[in-house]
């Protein structure tokens, strides 16, 4: 469907279809007492708004409706925003899990898309401007008909485990006895696998064996994919990388548990559920690890 121009039109112009507006970064989000959603506005009053607003599509409703997004600069917020209206930071939404799954999905695919065309108006290969084009899919370049396509960049998040002992680090951004899992994003030629590996002894001086892959999550700012993987060491002394990290330690499956549980002995915290860190220590170590 994203590339039938009649169909796409047809859309646009349906009263039925609606978009999400970002402005700059932050979606307009509707506010009533203690409940939030998102605040779908029609295609008709984009279009009012900007005549030249570029729609990317999302979506399809479960009756139908196309779901777009679009962007616009700080000037044209007033005609979005208001009393009940207001623009709020998606990493705040995420972490809060204020909204359900399916609107932070959608308001991920939005931003992910929407910061890759905001920084890709020029064409890399000739320096002219490109159009959007493949309903916001792709970006074409007039002049010597080169095609950009939207940018995912792969990261691996990896639980490093030693029989029920499991390794977890500290950024220099955390908090104090707040621990996440390892992570880094993967080098031009190299596996998962060889990822992880390298991440872990960079970071750790721990050496990683055999890796199995897990489970992943879309990570939108601006635009990742977070690979988490259950990797298995081969050595226990921690050499951390002071650049890197803060700290690193082992914890055991018990002391895993409890943070999972929040009521760990010393206070030592994980990100937040709706994170991919926290969701791989509780599917993998849901029951005894294996």
Same mark, same amino acid.
């Given at each position: ?15 039925? #279809? ?15 007492? @203690?409940?939030?959603?998102? #605040? ?8 009012q ?14 009756t ?17 925003? &208001? ?15 204020i ?14 898309l ?7 108006? $020029? ?36 639980l ?12 220099? &951004?955390?908090? /104090?006895?707040?621990? #996440? ?8 030629? @190299?596996?998962?696998e ?5 991440? +872990? $002894? /960079? ?17 939108? $700012? ?6 988490g ?5 081969l050595?226990?002394e ?6 890197e990290?803060a700290?690193?330690?082992?914890? #055991? $499956? &018990? ?12 206070? +030592? +915290? ?9 969701q ?5 170590l849901?029951?005894e690890?294996?």
């Amino acid at each position: 469907l994203r590339g039938n121009l009649k169909w796409l039109k047809q859309q646009i112009q349906s009263p039925q #279809s609606k978009v999400i507006v970002f402005v700059k970064d932050r979606p307009a989000i509707a506010i009533n007492g @203690e409940v939030l959603e998102i #605040s779908f506005v029609k295609t008709s009053e984009v279009l009012q708004s900007c005549k030249q607003a570029e729609l990317v599509f999302l979506h399809l409703t479960k009756t139908s409706e196309a779901v777009f997004a679009v962007q616009f600069e700080e000037e044209l917020q007033d005609k979005f925003v &208001n009393n009940h209206v207001k623009l709020i930071d998606l990493r705040s939404l995420a972490m809060q899990a204020i909204l359900p799954p399916q609107d932070l999905g959608a308001l991920a695919q939005a931003r992910s898309l929407l910061s890759w065309h905001a920084s890709h108006r $020029f064409c890399a290969n000739c320096g002219n401007k490109t159009k959007l084009a493949d309903s916001g899919y792709r970006r074409d370049c007039p002049d010597c008909k080169c095609q950009h396509f939207p940018r995912v960049d792969p990261v691996v998040i990896m639980l490093v485990q030693h029989g029920e002992n499991f390794l977890m680090g500290r950024g220099h &951004n955390f908090e /104090e006895n707040h621990f #996440s899992a390892l992570a880094g994003f993967l080098e031009p030629g @190299e596996t998962i696998e060889a990822a992880t590996r390298r991440e +872990t $002894f /960079e970071e750790t001086g721990i050496k990683v064996g055999e890796v199995t892959y897990l489970l992943s999550q879309p990570w939108p $700012f601006p635009s990742t994919l977070m690979i988490g993987v259950i990797a298995q060491a081969l050595t226990t002394e921690i050499q951390p990388d002071p650049v890197e990290i803060a700290e690193a330690k082992w914890f #055991s $499956f &018990n002391e895993i548990r409890q943070m999972l549980a929040n009521n760990h002995p010393s206070g +030592t +915290t994980l990100p937040p559920p709706m994170s991919i860190a926290y969701q791989m220590m509780q599917k993998y170590l849901g029951d005894e690890p294996g």
